[in-house]
């Protein structure tokens, strides 16, 4: 890997010199590739990913999954529970769907087999990954999972007992995704949240029927609809018990401009909650079911164009405190079933730098280092880790510019602490059309095909090696 030259600083007017070792460590060769107009970043991470791995790997694998979230920009992501079986700390019991890819393996469960993953197939995932436990057994909403169980799968537990791939894969969050925790689990769920000291993350929407949005696209349709105050339910519901229990609740894909100001006034009442959105609730409204089908279908539903609105309000006012892509991946024959049978969800890990950029920068409702805080800085927090403080790395460890006019050299072969280095190369103003065929995940549904965005990642770093490049 060449040297960058003239690359920009996040957050900084500062414009540097970057040199980067490659995959194996090699130091860069001499020739310099010109930056200019590139910014350096602290590495996006992506609080919500569902790579179907074990269980439904026709879908999207670990190893796929990984080379999608390089691709994005991303070097960590938190993989939710909702695998086959579910993540939830029991042991696996042979026959159940599933249970051949982690017994085969060696693993007694799905957590232990997620943090082996690349031992057990013998790959270098690309990027770094959290595990999310499940807050209820099996994810069926009856019985609370059993800390005992998952206890020491979390950061400071027993470390000095764990082998590497235990320490790089901890468990960091609680979350039933893909469903609301039942008012049976509640208590329990909560409980476990304050014993562990880990956020509870909660899929806000409860509801057994509707496919879409209600209002008149659903009824335009012909679709049963969801309205809109099944997703305040759960977040009101959930308010009440973190002013009760004192507990960390993150939502997750909060969708609605009822929820968004009830988020705002537990905000301003200082309790501890933190939100996210997702690039389509931003970029589209409940009328692209009309123009991209079931490609448009996911959970919470795209909403009004009043609440899109409302969602890019809530961004630039600082209620939303990050963007995630709920990264989910289905094949198109899923996805060709129709509104009532069609899985729900969409992939997001390569195109949603880009499309947030476009609606979001370019739009002018926010700055470019603002969305880089909420994909980077403020989802690392949420997993109880710390962004690259690539200002302080310059500051530190580059050399003084040898003369005027030129720049100083950061040379990450030469920082204290290589492994803690995770960045990000950006095209700010780079301008590019999505195009499903090259995506790295196996999946192709998105509704973005063929949009022209702007902003394209163009390198990952990790611990301070190159982990992926589509730089010269
Ligand atoms: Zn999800």
Redesign the pocket.
Known sequence: MPTLRNIKVWNTDEVIDLAIPGPDGEPDGDAGIDATGLTVAPGFADP?V?FRDPGQTYKESMASGCAAAASGGYTNVLI?PNTVPAMDGEPVEAGKPGADEVLGAGYGTVIDYLQHYGEAHGVDLPVRYDLCVCASKGRAGHEATELDRWWRYMPGVDDDSKDAAQLAHPVTAISD??SAVTPETLDAVFALAKASGLPLIE?CEHHDTGAVNEGPVSRKLGVPGIPEDTELKIVARDIAKARETGVYVHF?HVSTAISFDAIRKAKAEGLPITCETAPHYLALSDEALLEYGTLAKMNPPLRSEADRLATIEAIADGTVDMIAT?H?PHTLEEKALGFLEAPN?IVGLECAYGVCHKVLVDGGHISDARLIELMSVAPERLMGHEATDVAALVEAFSEPAPNEGSNRLLDLAKVDDPESVDLVVLGTDQAWTVDPERFRSKARNTPFGGWKVTGRPLATVIGSRLAFSRLG
Do not use: L
């Open positions: 919500h569902h939710m995704d893909g899929h997750q709920d989910a969800g």
